[in-house]
């Protein structure tokens, strides 16, 4: 992963994130990375899952920058356990295996982050930025890992402005964004947003992102 510069103008309130990675160069570079931007703090590092774990209980951090892949226990494992305990935590997973079995297990369980190791660190500060805002974001080079043979049925129950708002959501986008890029309001985004929710079957609009992009109605 190299860095391409300093990313946006950070926000008011830091974005205190935790990062676990078993590689200790890559924890390393990150770590000193989010050290030197001044919309981030770094509350801890560890290079296993159990220790991880003991970071987010201590310091109960905004996210947990994972590694999809560690000694014990991995990133996919950690995030189901803080969704059984209902954790405001959100994790974001950090991988250099871009394997659609593992991506799909994750969205499963409430990930709402992923990046390849090897993006440019930029891309890593825009990914945490969105998730820290309440979105979600997936590399764009996973997307097509991701796609899948969609469902006719879903397909047809979706409308396009349904699957227009979604697609915006997956790209990070909060409902005032999409509003303009649609030139629709916001409620009518959150209206959309309720009626897809609704069709899925899905209970939190991530959910709903996940189960568009798991089938292929969204890109």
Do not use: W
Request: net charge negative; hydrophobic share 45%.
């Amino acid at each position: 992963m190299t860095a391409a510069g300093n990313g946006s103008a950070a926000a008011s309130t830091p974005i205190r994130c935790i990062v676990a990675d078993d590689h200790p160069a890559i924890l390393d570079a990150v770590c000193r990375f989010l050290e030197s931007e001044s919309g981030f703090e770094l509350a801890g590092r560890a290079n296993d899952g159990e220790g991880a774990l003991r970071l987010i209980d201590e310091h109960e951090p905004q996210i947990a920058l994972l590694d999809i892949r560690m000694p014990g226990i991995g990133g996919i494992d950690i995030a189901a356990k803080l969704a059984a305990m209902s954790s405001p935590v959100s994790v974001v997973l950090f991988t250099a295996y871009p394997e659609r079995a593992l991506l799909l297990a994750a969205l499963d369980v409430g990930v709402r982050g992923f990046i390849l190791k090897e993006a440019p660190l930029d891309e890593l500060l825009r990914a945490l930025r969105i998730v820290a805002g309440g979105g979600s974001y997936i590399d764009p080079s996973l997307a097509g890992v991701l796609a899948g043979p969609a469902t006719n049925e879903r397909m047809l129950t979706l409308t396009k402005r349904e699957r227009d708002v979604l697609r915006l959501l997956s790209e990070g986008m909060r409902d005032e964004q999409a509003g303009r890029t649609l030139s629709i309001s916001p409620l009518t985004v959150r209206t959309h947003v309720q009626h897809a929710m609704s069709k899925l079957k899905c209970d939190t609009r991530t959910q709903a992102v996940a189960v568009a992009l798991r089938e292929s109605l969204i890109d």
